[in-house]
């Protein structure tokens, strides 16, 4: 389970230190840096899939993913006597992101190359470092891969140090072009680990949804991302997995209510509702837009093959009220599986989840002179122990 959380110059987030728990709910108003925390998570995610760089340039390049304000904010600019402004740097400039957990750690800081270089692409970010640790906290001895700049190294099984360095490029993570269970296996632990975190954003259900077509079904373990498999996954989650829990997450949201899916000589899945009181099922093309973002969800939540980590940002868009219960009841299900982290700014949502789970923690963000910062936290001393590598 990861513990703790660190992202350093990411838009608001100029550094934000988070407790994590087995069920974490993150909240907030808007405009506090919720959304640059989930984005920063997927940022994350992708440098085990060698998208960092890709990803940034998505975002408009990493000059514009960078904190945009002063590096230092001084007395004068907290008590409102004078405005923040510009002054010369102390220190690198460089989007870092990590985790830590009770076995391993990660952290990566990424910045501009040196200038000087003759090539079309000179505005790649590059990883300036890169470290992989034992333990909840980066220490010295506790390093197992270290990378600097273009170089790698790594422990060996005595401890101590590899002799012979190896070189990678300066725009791949090392998860991804040093994953070499034979030199240093704990790299590729990290990896897949952070490859079988799943991220859940907004859902479509229009007319033209991928969930609304009736299409070939196979065995789908995991709902994909846009939800298009949506029967083929919950037809699984009927033959393989959580046939309890899926039946009552059903009843908790329409009562009297049950699932179906019919299958056509074709091998085409078709999604059906069947509801009291009504003498036929209605299709999925039927079904209201917040009946169908809820199904959505249970077939996420309920999945046979539960990730590490799974991350929800906003379950509640187009729910009513009082399908914030039973979503609440699904989320805490799948906490006893997997760890989760919700992002969300519905305050009912944050307390149906609270009751329905009782370890769930809250971690309420807001916004300090422009940085994101935990709400009700005195200062650094009070935030998990993180120490970023230094260049």
Known sequence: MLTTLAVQNYRSLRDLVLPLSQLTVVTGANGSGKSNLYRAMRLLADAARSGAVAALAREGGLPSTLWAGPETIGRAVREGSAPPQGTVRTKSVGLRL???GDEFGYALDLGMPTPGEDSAFNRDP???????WSGPVLRKGALLADRDGPVVRTREQDG????EPHRI?????MLTSFADPRVSPEVLVVRERIRSWRFYDHFRTDADAPARQVRIGTRTPVLDHDGGDLAAALQTIEEIGDRDALHTAVENAFPGARLSVRVGEDGRFELQLHQYGLLRPLSVAELSDGTLRY???VAAL???RPPKLLVLNEPETSLHP?????????IATAAERTQVVVVTHARPLVQAVQAAADDASLVELEKEFGATVLADAPGVLDRPVWHWPKR
Not at 160 to 163: E, F, K, Q, V
Not at 169 to 173: G, I
Not at 322 to 330: C, E, F, K, N
């Open 98 to 100: 990590g985790f830590a």
């Open 126 to 132: 590059e990883f300036k470092r890169e470290c992989v």
């Open 160 to 163: 101590a140090w590899g002799r």
């Open 169 to 173: 490029p300066v725009t791949d993570s």
């Open 295 to 297: 199904l959505l969800w």
């Open 302 to 304: 309920l999945s046979p």
């Open 322 to 330: 009082s399908l914030l219960p039973a979503l609440a009841a699904l």
